[in-house]
Nanobody, 125 residues
Framework: QVQLVESGGGSVQAGGSLRLSCRLS??????????LAWFRQAPGKGREGVAI???????NYVPSVVGRFTISKDLAKDTLYLQMDDLKPDDSGVYYC?????????????????WGRGTQVTASS
C-alpha cells in the first residue's frame, strides 16, 4: 500500500506563491514506476485534476494553471512537488496528491489507486 502525505498548504494573498510537497512511502514496485498527480477540490465542487507527471516524465496541466503551476518530483527524496505561483482565488481548495502504477494516466480521478488526505490552499483577493 502506497502512502502519500501532503504538506505546504496555507493562506496567501492573490498573486502569492506556495509550494506543496507530497511524501511517498510504502511502495512495492519502486517509486520509479508510479505515475503521479495533483488534484484539487473546492467546496461544493468535484475533484479536479491539476497536474500530472507520468512514469516517462510526460507532463500535463489543466489549462487554468498553465504558466503558473509546475509539477516535479525528486525520487531520491521520495517527494512530489507542486510549485504554485500567481495564485488566484479560484485556485483555493483542498489539494490532493495521487499515484498509480500505470505508465499513462489522465486527469480522471478514477485512474489513480492511491491518495493522500489533502492540504488546504486558500488564496484571497
Amino acid at each position: 500500500q502506497v502512502q502519500l502525505v501532503e504538506s505546504g498548504g496555507g493562506s496567501v494573498q492573490a498573486g502569492g506563491s506556495l509550494r506543496l510537497s507530497c511524501r511517498l512511502s510504502g511502495y512495492y514496485y519502486g517509486n520509479k514506476k508510479l505515475s503521479l498527480a495533483w488534484f484539487r477540490q473546492a467546496p461544493g465542487k468535484g475533484r479536479e485534476g491539476v497536474a500530472i507527471l507520468d512514469v516517462d516524465g510526460h507532463l500535463n496541466y489543466v489549462p487554468s494553471v498553465v504558466g503558473r503551476f509546475t509539477i516535479s518530483k525528486d525520487l531520491a527524496k521520495d517527494t512530489l512537488y507542486l510549485q504554485m505561483d500567481d495564485l488566484k482565488p479560484d485556485d483555493s481548495g483542498v489539494y490532493y496528491c495521487a499515484a498509480a502504477y500505470k505508465f499513462r494516466v489522465s486527469m480522471r480521478a478514477a485512474d489513480y489507486e492511491f491518495w493522500g488526505r489533502g492540504t488546504q490552499v486558500t488564496a484571497s483577493s
